[in-house]
């Protein structure tokens, strides 16, 4: 693989982002991106995904070369949030998305979502190719990527491949459904709840020795869900010889909501989970 040039970070952001604790760096993901961007020509890898589409490394290469072009956009995903949308039941199809934003990545919180080897998923990677119909979506760990390249209006007919070795395939199929699940969920979420949506950051300059010519310019990073924290209620205690409840979710699940002049419309609406909290003896 082609070293990464001088530079190269700059090269291929548009905003560049401060860390954020509980989170792996953003530099770092986009350094997993460079290393594609500065490495592989796009025409001949996208031969190797016509003759060869099963091939993980190319799915995985083809996603970062993508969101590497169109310069690493990026959201960090509040923990709170992720919880709750891994409490919901959202059946999600891709063909129904809008696609507003066709190419990206998410950050994840550490330790919320951890791999079959019991490391945190960092970050997803997205590229929607519309004109082919074809969702390439990869996810790393810190050591492994796990990816898929399905077609977009026939589910049916997706791949299912990782790069992770040494376990069992019905596991890997099984986390691989889960981690598209929560990916989609955020697409969908995007959507319907775009209060949630930053669409704006600040730039700010991070001092990082003496003088002006030490200091960086740096954004704060746009988020989904910063400020949303999921609902919590105490359970009714019904007496007698009734167990008391113990802590458990209220799962939340999508609406197709009407509204509108005669409710002729629909909206997606969220019903949002609720963690009961169990009552006290």
């Not at 990026?74 to 507003?100: F, K």
């Not at 898929?148 to 299912?160: C, E």
């Not at 040494?166 to 697409?187: G, K, M, S, T, V």
């Not at 979710?249 to 909501?257: A, D, I, S």
Request: proline share 4%; charged share 25%; glycine share 6%.
């Amino acid at each position: 693989m082609t070293k990464k040039p001088n530079g190269w970070y700059k090269k291929i952001t548009i905003r560049p982002t401060v860390h954020i604790d509980g989170y792996t760096s953003y530099e770092k993901m986009c350094g997993h991106v460079a290393d594609i961007y500065f490495s592989v020509d796009e025409e001949s890898l996208e031969r190797r995904l016509i003759f060869n589409s099963k091939e993980s490394i190319n799915i995985t290469a083809y996603t970062l070369l993508k969101v590497g072009k169109a310069k690493c956009p990026a959201y960090w995903v509040g923990s709170d949030l992720l919880i709750a949308l891994m409490q919901s039941d959202l059946n999600v199809e891709a063909e129904s998305l809008q696609w507003s934003m066709k190419t990206g990545f998410f950050m994840l919180p550490n330790s919320v979502v951890k791999s079959p080897e019991n490391r945190s998923v960092n970050a997803i990677f997205w590229h929607c190719d519309t004109p082919n119909d074809h969702l390439y979506w990869t996810a790393v760990d810190g050591s492994s990527f796990l990816c898929r390249r399905l077609k977009i209006s026939d589910q049916l007919k997706h791949f299912r491949y990782t790069d992770v070795e040494d376990f069992h395939p019905q596991l890997l199929e099984e986390f691989n459904e889960y981690l598209q699940a929560i990916f989609l969920r955020l697409i969908l979420l995007m959507e319907c709840r775009p209060e949630l949506v930053d669409t704006d950051s600040r730039l700010v300059r991070i001092n990082k020795g003496f003088g002006k010519a030490q200091a960086q310019d740096l954004y704060e990073p746009l988020w989904v869900g910063k400020n949303y924290h999921f609902k919590r209620e105490e359970a009714q205690n019904r007496g007698g010889t009734h167990t008391s409840p113990r802590v458990h979710w209220r799962r939340g699940f999508l609406r197709n909501q009407p509204y509108g002049q005669g409710r002729q419309q629909r909206k997606i609406v969220w019903v949002e989970p609720v963690l009961v909290m169990g009552t006290q003896k």
